[in-house]
């Protein structure tokens, strides 16, 4: 899957499928601290995401980055 | 992940409500929370005409598309700020949402209409980047809410800002702050009221109510943002936040609630409108002969422009 990550934004490539509770843990990434967007929505934290998934880590706090 | 309201699938959990909505009943929840914050520290009576300050940042959008939907009258005000191509694209994302929603958009240009930007003004008057920026836009904010006829100015500082610069305050007992530390601030003479409609709102939140209403607002920070204080704050309660969800609405809600009215002594008097003059510039109240920002514009005006850079070394936006 390709997982872009933002301020700066960057590109990284996970192998499928995979849950967003072990993605986050494999960023070392809060999950109170960003959202998860694929296809303009929101990801639920339950979601499993299949290998030709693109996603977006945004980060949510004002001065952060993710 | 199952909607709390109607059992349909959930996009978002909010642990602090220890629940799960749709993307309809989130919507619906951050609306709620917004009026209810409104009502319950009586920032705004129906109908009144609100000045938002715009940024293009998230919270900013987010709170003008609310007060739009919540039946206020809301017209926005951006500041360019000339941070380089930040400025640029924080405008271009401000003035797209503005037509997109056929909403009324003031803007102010310091460098076209006060003959200045942020860095220059932080150069030359050897302020931080923030300090000059929050003093030009404190005054042109007020300005325009007055010579519009404006009822309030309302920005978007949600829960996670204001608990955080409350842990700053704390951490050093720092009681003048402290006792000024509310979400509405009351109009007096020659200043408008100020509201912060989102104090019942985290970050969490606003970003993902921005994705679920198509709000495209600008994701990249200022980079004039130094990696501050204010941000570790931030991560310090969170890591208590996560273990303990919940938390910074119980620190913050019951500051205001048990707390902040005994500070009230330490307010200084020139917080309380106790300007005795006004400026011989502008004419705002202030302690005596010129006002802070006609000091900054009369040294910053006309100044050669400086090229960005934090803390000394040249940065690229
Ligand atoms: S980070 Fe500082 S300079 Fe940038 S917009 Fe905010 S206050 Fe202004
Ligand atoms: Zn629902
Ligand atoms: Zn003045």
Redesign the pocket.
Same mark, same amino acid.
Do not use: D, K, Q
């Given at each position: 899957m390709k997982v872009t990550l933002r301020n700066p934004t960057r590109e990284l490539e996970f192998p499928g499928p995979k849950s967003i509770v072990a993605l986050l843990q494999d960023l070392d990434l809060n999950r109170e601290s960003v959202l998860v967007i694929r296809g303009g929505t929101l990801v639920p934290g339950d979601a499993l995401l299949a290998d030709d998934d693109e996603v977006e880590i945004r980060p949510v706090i004002s001065g952060g980055a993710a | 992940m199952k909607c709390q309201v109607c059992r349909g699938p959930a996009v978002i959990d909010v642990r602090r409500h220890n629940a799960n909505f749709c993307a309809e009943h989130f919507c619906k929840l951050v609306r709620d929370q917004t009026a209810k914050a409104i009502e319950e520290h009586e920032m705004l009576a129906p109908g009144d005409r609100v000045l938002v300050a715009v940024?293009g940042g998230k919270d900013s959008l987010a709170l003008w598309d609310l007060l739009d939907e919540l039946g206020y009258e809301a017209d926005g005000l951006y500041l360019g700020?000339g941070?380089g191509g930040y400025s640029d694209r924080s405008g271009a994302a401000v003035r797209a949402f503005a037509t997109r929603r056929g909403l009324t958009l003031h803007e102010v240009d310091l460098r076209a209409d006060h003959g200045y930007d942020?860095p220059t003004a932080a150069a030359v008057t050897r302020r931080s980047?923030?300090s000059a +920026?929050?003093l030009s836009k404190r005054h042109l904010f007020d300005r325009a809410a007055l010579e519009g006829g404006y009822d309030a100015v309302a920005t978007g500082h949600n829960l996670d800002d204001e608990a955080a610069v409350l842990f700053g305050n704390t951490l050093r007992w720092q009681t003048e702050y402290l006792a000024r530390q509310h979400p509405v601030l009351p109009a007096r003479p020659g200043f408008p009221r100020k509201v912060k409609p989102l104090v019942r709102l985290g970050e969490r939140e606003m970003a993902a109510y921005c994705v679920l209403r198509g709000i495209d607002y600008i994701v990249e920070e +200022?980079p004039?943002?130094e990696g501050n204080k204010h941000l570790g704050y931030k991560e310090a309660l969170n890591e208590i936040e996560a273990r303990s969800p919940g938390s910074k609405q119980a620190f913050y809600a019951g500051f205001l609630a048990r707390a902040v009215d005994r500070f009230a002594d330490a307010a200084p008097d020139h917080a309380e409108g106790g300007e005795t003059a006004s400026c011989d510039r502008c004419g705002v109240p202030t302690t005596s002969g010129t006002c802070a920002f006609c000091r900054l514009v009369e040294r910053a005006a006309g100044a050669q422009p400086v090229a960005l850079t934090r803390k000394g070394r040249p940065i690229d936006a």
């Open positions: - | 940024s700020l941070i942020v980047p923030c +920026c929050g +200022c004039m943002a």
